[in-house]
């Protein structure tokens, strides 16, 4: 559980420029570990999105330094030429809308990046039925999102995140929208994640009730990243 | 990989399909445009196409007898029947005039010719029922379109003539219907007028028209003879202008309806244009639709190649299906018009070529903005 999955080191993001310039992360350190459950909660506008997308390199920040597994992606400037074939190899996304595409059926939307990363149909066929049977959805196959329930199409999404064998997965407010039971089971649907597949899993939340789940909590204060560990009797 | 363009599109097939043949109709009254050019082009030509004869004996500096008004006398054909090279020589008149049935107004082009010519005035191709004129008077064949039937009586002038054939396609240079009748009676309806313009004209002290006036001497030339030489000959010798077939239908081109095909042109350019600027609008649109989609698309780890195939795919297709029921619609509504449309195929190939010229570069504006995407964007704070 200490091999490297996300290592921060003096990160720091402003959008605009000279006086319009607005600092939103000033110097985060900060580092995860393969198979952990972290939450990270802080108030709207404080920075939780713009943190997740640098962590999948989609933007680009200010300065600082961001290592994903082994590899140095960011030192003061993107050190990988393809952003986009980093993240379908090595992260996994989930959102607070399902983001399915609607012309796209279930196991089509799931099948999507594993065929770009070039795999074997036949592999991802089983592969997509595996995770869908693991998330309880094996009978949705060939559904359309827009015929499922938006709880159906979260758990849909969480295997679309799967799909590609992530090392992480980032997951920005993925219970928003959800009732609290519903919230919990995916919650917990996460956690089984981690602890099965050896995925890190970063969950933004603003419902405090779901940080026991976790290992680790991060939270933004003054434009720093405080990192809080929970002590092993506390974890649900 | 999955075919996301194939995919999108039967998702939304209706709508892909009405927007395909929206874009298809504009494509076919572009197809229309050409047609209806090609259509002038050939009917000018037709009617010089259709009488069989080498040269054209016309009034001195004039450009006739369609271009220009020309007038000569009938008893011009002898003469030019003695020149050298000349197999026979015909009188002919031509004269515009409105009519009306009880199928609509129309205009009707009568040409006079001497039934006893050997030179065919009728094309015999385009006579699909009855026979020439073989009397000096009161017989007449016309077009189809004109919807009289043989043996039908028409009152023209003072007089009825009987319709003893029916001619198909055969039009003016102008487009319009044709009807034959014997020079004799040409020349009556040209040049007799009702009583009462008689008289106001005696009154004017003005005598009435020459009625053995026509409008060209049309001749046949001798075989091995050159049509340009025996051309020059006559005009030496007659003072008269001679054009030969070539240049008579040349004349017709350029001076009769130049000015009306350049308007066609300019309109179909301007056709053109628009529908490949309505064309780029409709991928753009469609592109923009899809926006949040592509954004996460390229926030999961698609690249743009995978992307941007979806949107050129899908901008040929519909290039391809609007050009087919372009096409299709052109023929439907083709024999609606009451003048010739010609569509020829190499048109519509090249217009092909350039739609899909056209659509490719309207999917370069998606791909623009596909890769113009920020991928963070897509989930929107
Ligand atoms: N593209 C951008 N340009 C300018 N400011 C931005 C942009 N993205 C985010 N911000 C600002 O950064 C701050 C943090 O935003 P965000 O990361 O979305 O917050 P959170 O996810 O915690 O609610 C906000 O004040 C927001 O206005
Ligand atoms: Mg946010």
New binding site residues.
Partial sequence: MDKNAIKVENLVKS??EADSE?V?IDGANFSLSKGEFVALI????????????MLGCALEPTSGKIVIGDRIVYDNKWKIKDDRALRRKKIGFIFQSHYLIPFLNIEENISLLPYQNGEKPKVVKQRVKEILDYLDMGDKLYNMPSELSGGQNQRIAIARALANKPDIILA?EPTAALDQKRAVSVVKMLKKITREQDVTIIM?THDERLLPYCDKVLT?KDKKILVEENSDEHII | MINLAYKDISHSFSKFIVTAISVGVLLGIVIIMIGVYRGMVFDAKSLVDDIKADIWVVQQDTLGPFAQNSKVHEDLKEQISYQNGIKSASAITFETIQMQNCYGDFKVMIVGYDPLSNIDVINMDKLIAGRTINKQHYEIVVSKKTHYKLGESIKLGRDYFKVVGITKESVSNGGDYLMFVSLKDAQMLQFTYTNERVKSDESRGIKGGNPHLVNAIIAEIKDGYNPKRVATNIEEATHKKVFTKDEQKRLLLEKVIKKSSKQIGMFTVILIIVSIVIIALIIYTMTLEKIKEISILKLIGISNWTISKMIVEETVLLGFLAFISGNIFARLVQGAFPKRIVLELSDAFILFIIILIASIFASLFGIYKVIKT?P??AIG?
């Fill in positions: 959008f605009g607005v939103v802080a108030p709207s506008g404080s920075g939780k999105t713009t943190l997740l997308m920005d933004v933004i | 920020n963070s964007e704070g």
